[in-house]
């Protein structure tokens, strides 16, 4: 401008030299600019973990839903490893195979709360995603169940069981997981699928201990673990038609 | 509100203030820096340079004008970049350096910039003439609010409009 | 030479389609062809609109018929998967996570929707600033109103610019200048794509519809502009609005 000083403290409050450089720069395009200065500002930070999960999985949305599993939060790891920490010290005080009793009643717990309308209350808008929800699932049980195999293991070491009670657990495990998923899933309720999941591992334990009352036989017998498979497959069988859409959603009404 | 307020609550952590000081002092700093990088190098440092006005305004603690301290980050940044691509640092420095001729359009000639004055409306239109009055006959603020019979608030406002404006219509035509 | 007449697909087409809950039919061999523009679906409760909705969504397989969307078949599991990317669906109660802010609720389901990763949180701050969200960015969901939160609803169903967006009552515990807003934002919607949206405010269907059609017991009763729903109602009583007068008299007819 004519009268105008030229040092930078003036142009940066006249805002008459400011309207001047303004037109310098016609094919810059603020909008753009403005929205990778306010995603910077209103975005939270990604973690290490589900970065590193964005990568292996090659999808970061999947990674996401992975992260948000509610049976994968520290504190639900934290108070199934303590659960399973004083299973250890009861198991080696008393000779009851507790670790072993414990591990698949966790994890059916544990499952019963990753997935699912239980559990997921943007359940119907989850399932209109190009993530789709069958893939959701596959990830978040197989790391809830995994993620649980592995403290179940590290119990059953220290516990210093029999081979036999060390790995007797995992058979039923599966079949506990698969029983409460299909629950939770077929009744759209976390809680049922703990009860279901909770209930058939009573009955498998009582059944298979009666006439022996031997706590351990359900974990031990190697003749029961083709029955838990079986049971188990059925539980992921029912999870998979509960969930292909042939059903309505949201309850019994529709409209 | 002022520019020192608007510190204060990005300092806050709101984000419309620091919103509102990207309105003000994006247009200028953007004209600044284009003269001496293309379009796609600007929007860039700008981006840099406003996400370290959000992190970083704590620091400014009222120590001066803050469109200084706003074009001292974006220089910064520029520099960086310049230096990530190898090239010598062309960002203009102090104004002091520069003629008021040099204040021209970067990339934009000055006949393409009448095509799109006249996009703007017949002559005597309202916006047309406000893009002249300011842009063309170098008017203050002042002298065009007391022309067109409007308060010096509504001057700018439209002037950044009409800014848009012509941004929109030279983008269309390929400029 | 014969001149080959080649009529462009729809975005939405939709023949015989048939939709069974148990036993109960809800909806019965429904055609439905919508291009480009914002389509209104009005009905009285238990008509099958949020079902239809369900079943564009992808949500709910075709129990008898054809559906295809955008071009593809919704049968096919890789063609579905493509279709979800460029699909926008606002369920008519949209449950939240109430830890997330805004800003993650939306980025979270840019990300299922499989949007190109540099392009998500740009699009992010564009969804929040088109339903006014932008003081709200960074608050959590449990501190939101009603309103605000079916705003955010309607923010992530348009945040990856779909070309098919399907709207369940999406005005619900809106107050009057927002509709306004959402109306603006439905005809911007309409201009480049196809907007389905089940509404029980028939002002609503008014003032954004191109389209309009209005079911009952899993049929189509009427379709046509608003206009034509108006002139439907031409002498008829029951209604405070000439819109309402049509929608009843066209259910009245039916129901005879």
Redesign the interface.
Known sequence: ??NHP????????C????????????????D?????????????PVGRVERLAGRLLG???LA??LV?TPSLVLSWILASALVLGIGVMVTRQTEQPWVALLAPALAGIAISYAYGPGV?????????????DRQVLLVRVFAVFGLNMVLGLVASLGAAQAVGITLGWLAPMAMVSALALAAATTAKSANVGVAIGLAGWAIAVLASGRGTEDAAAAVSRPALVPVYLAFALAGVGLTLWSM???????GVT?? | MRDDELIAEVAAGDSSALRALFDRHSPWVAGRLRRAMPAEGVEDVLQETFIAVWRGARGHRGEGEVGAWIWGIARRQAAVRARKAGRVDLTPGPVSEQSSEDIAPGAVRRADLHKAFASLGPDGHEQRELARLVFEEDRTVAEVAQRLGIPEGTVKSRVFKVRQRLQAVLRQGGY | MAVIEVTAARNVEVQGLSQKFGRTEVLHGLDLEVGQGVFGLLGPNGAGKTTLLRTLATILRPGRGSVRLLGFDVTHAGEKRALRRRLGYLPQSLGYYPNFTVFEFIEYFALLKEMPSREVRPAVVRAIERVGLEEKAKSKLRTLSGGMLRRVGIAQAIVNEPDLLLLDEPTAGLDPEQRVGFRRLLREMGASGTVIVSTHLVEDVGAACTEVALMERGGILFRGAPDDLVARGEGSEVGDSPLERGYSSVLAAARV
Do not use: F, I, K, Y
């Open positions: 401008m004519r030229r040092d930078e403290a003036h142009v940066a409050r805002a008459d030299c400011q309207a001047r450089w303004g037109l310098a720069a016609l094919d810059v395009d603020l753009r600019v403005w929205s990778g200065v306010a995603a910077e500002a209103w975005a939270s999808s970061p949305g996401r839903a948000n997921d209350p943007a359940w119907e808008l989850s399932q209109t995603m190009a993530v789709s292909s859409g042939s059903r309505s959603t949201g529709w409209r």
